[in-house]
């Protein structure tokens, strides 16, 4: 689904500079390094459980009486500069329902500085069930839900405009 003012020129530009990103299957973690030629540095802005909105409930195919998951909010830092300069390039956001956080999986609740790419796109890797974008103030967001070792997860990314500049200033 695409949300957009067709009237805002910018809007259309950055659409057209992330395409090919906003569309991408895969890791995101690894297109990113790729694209830096170094390491994804990872900042949480927040770690921890939260009441589930009505938005994540249904995107996750979760009844109504879900009550809690884990949430996981970071931004994802492009090295880009020979000096190690780092630009914030995506807000992601990734929600766990408790009851998918058995056995492995509760090693996604303490990912700190890592990667979820690392945990997710391994052996056994995530696959894609759905995904909608989205063009909110801080730029285009892709949400997508995966199923991963049989559990579902949603994960949030919003290019923010210093990456879509980056793209651009490098096409």
């Not at 957009?4 to 992330?18: H, I, K």
């Not at 009486?65 to 190690?84: I, P």
């Not at 329902?97 to 945990?119: C, E, H, N, Q, W």
Request: aromatic share 10%; with cysteine; net charge positive.
């Amino acid at each position: 689904m695409w949300q957009a003012d067709p009237q805002d020129r910018y809007c259309r530009q950055q659409a057209g500079v992330l395409a090919d990103w906003l569309a991408a299957d895969g890791s995101l973690t690894a297109r990113l390094e790729a694209l830096s030629g170094n390491r994804l540095l990872v900042l949480p802005t927040f770690e921890g459980r939260i009441t589930l909105n009505l938005a994540d409930k249904r995107a996750l195919g979760l009844p109504p009486r879900a009550q809690s998951a884990w949430l996981r909010e970071a931004t994802l830092m492009g090295q880009v500069g020979d000096d190690g300069t780092a630009q914030a390039w995506v807000a992601a956001r990734s929600v766990f329902p408790f009851a998918s956080l058995t056995k492995d999986a509760r090693k996604l609740m303490r990912l700190g500085g890592t990667p979820i790419g690392y945990v997710m796109f391994g052996r056994g890797g995530a696959v894609l069930a759905k995904r909608w974008l989205t063009h909110t103030p801080q730029g285009w967001q892709r949400s997508s839900v995966y199923d991963w070792q049989g559990r579902r997860v949603l994960i949030g990314e919003t290019f923010l405009p210093a990456f879509a500049d980056f793209l651009a200033a490098n096409a």
